[in-house]
């Protein structure tokens, strides 16, 4: 299967544009064929709850990344679709698992695998399995971007910034893996805290946020100093050319519980090891049996493998699984198992 790869430049709107004139059909066809978006996510927009949620949502986002609102207007644009729809698409997450705690056919099992592998000595990869719906396995594509600096309605101005990523069709790059120029390697995971919010952020503004980020802390500080709080949990996987300690880094979040606004932020130090030391991944403990290929390629669950390709009891597909290999500075994308493909589909150098 070929992957598809499209570099732009401009501003954030520009950007969207271009990205929804290239990718257009893709992005009307995961809208006409995205089972969960026709048949829950549009019906609870229609309702009086979920048109409240909607706008709760669209409200929070304008007011704190009104860049990424634009972006997202851009990409309606290009692609000649409703911008109603692809924020829709952006709060995906959120009203699916409201849905899921009041109705029992909701099934939103979908969700990634990060694995993370630290020796002292090399290796050093941060390998992540891509599991999504079914259509994104043939829609997704790279995104590789420049993006110019923008001016804030305060008159602050953001800079410039640059990043790969690999998207879901009509929605914001960071919610699946990439890197920066600033040598910062993310993969993105789901994570189902007990808390989940309206009026806050959705999760998938900032996973974009986070493509800006030029360090681990810097990457933490994006996510505590939201003024309003994320909307619901996730994992961000951190790994950076740059960093002397040798750590890798998982950062889990989560709303703050009660009306306090904010966002609750643990970030776990990967520490390297010598071989022969027990791998896990972060922060579950469930272990790593050889290095990395294997794991991110397994099968053997009948029901809920490592690598997903569709059960009965799971209907999701691992789409891409990425590998960034940190001492050689490149990122392999495959887009079959990576157990069994020889070689990967693209290879990305991470020049900084």
Do not use: W
């Not at 679709?81 to 899921?100: A, D, I, Q, W």
Request: charged residues 20%; contains cysteine; glycine residues 8%.
């Amino acid at each position: 299967m070929s992957l598809r790869v499209l570099h732009v430049t401009g501003s954030h709107r520009e950007v969207g544009r271009q990205v929804g004139r290239t990718f257009g059909r893709q992005i009307r066809e995961f809208l006409e064929k995205y089972r969960n978006f026709r048949n829950l996510l549009l019906p609870f927009l229609n309702s009086a709850e979920g048109r409240q949620v909607y706008e709760g949502y669209l409200q929070v986002a304008q007011s704190v990344y009104p860049q990424y609102i634009e972006e997202v207007q851009g990409t309606a644009e290009g692609a000649q679709v409703s911008f109603e729809h692809l924020f829709l698409l952006h709060c995906r997450p959120e009203m699916l698992l409201m849905l899921k705690s009041k109705q029992q056919n909701v099934d939103e099992t979908s969700g990634c695998t990060s694995v993370f592998l630290n020796f002292c000595n090399g290796p050093r990869l941060l390998a992540h399995n891509e599991d999504c719906d079914a259509n994104i396995q043939k829609l997704g594509y790279v995104l590789v971007a420049n993006v110019k600096p923008y001016r804030l309605p305060n008159g602050d101005v953001l800079p410039e910034e640059n990043f790969t990523a690999f998207c879901y069709p009509g929605v914001l790059p960071g919610v699946a893996y990439g890197y920066n120029s600033h040598g910062v390697c993310f993969s993105t995971n789901a994570l189902l805290a007990k808390t989940l919010k309206c009026d806050r952020i959705v999760r998938h503004f900032l996973n974009r946020a986070l493509l800006t980020a030029s360090s681990v802390e810097q990457a933490a500080g994006i996510l505590q100093n939201t003024p309003v709080g994320v909307a619901m949990g996730f994992c961000s996987n951190l790994a950076t050319l740059h960093d002397n300690s040798g750590r890798m880094y998982s950062i889990e979040c989560a709303p703050a519980e009660g009306e306090l606004p904010g966002t609750l932020v643990s970030v776990r130090g990967i520490e390297p090891v010598e071989k022969g030391s027990v791998g896990h991944y972060y922060h579950y403990n469930i272990t790593i049996l050889s290095l990395i290929y294997s794991p991110s390629g397994d099968t053997k669950d009948p029901d809920y493998p490592v690598y997903r390709h569709g059960t009965v009891k799971d209907e999701v597909r691992t789409a891409t699984t990425a590998i960034f290999h940190l001492e050689a500075g490149v990122l392999e994308i495959y887009t079959g198992n990576p157990k069994t493909q020889p070689e990967p589909d693209c290879v990305f150098h991470l020049c900084v």
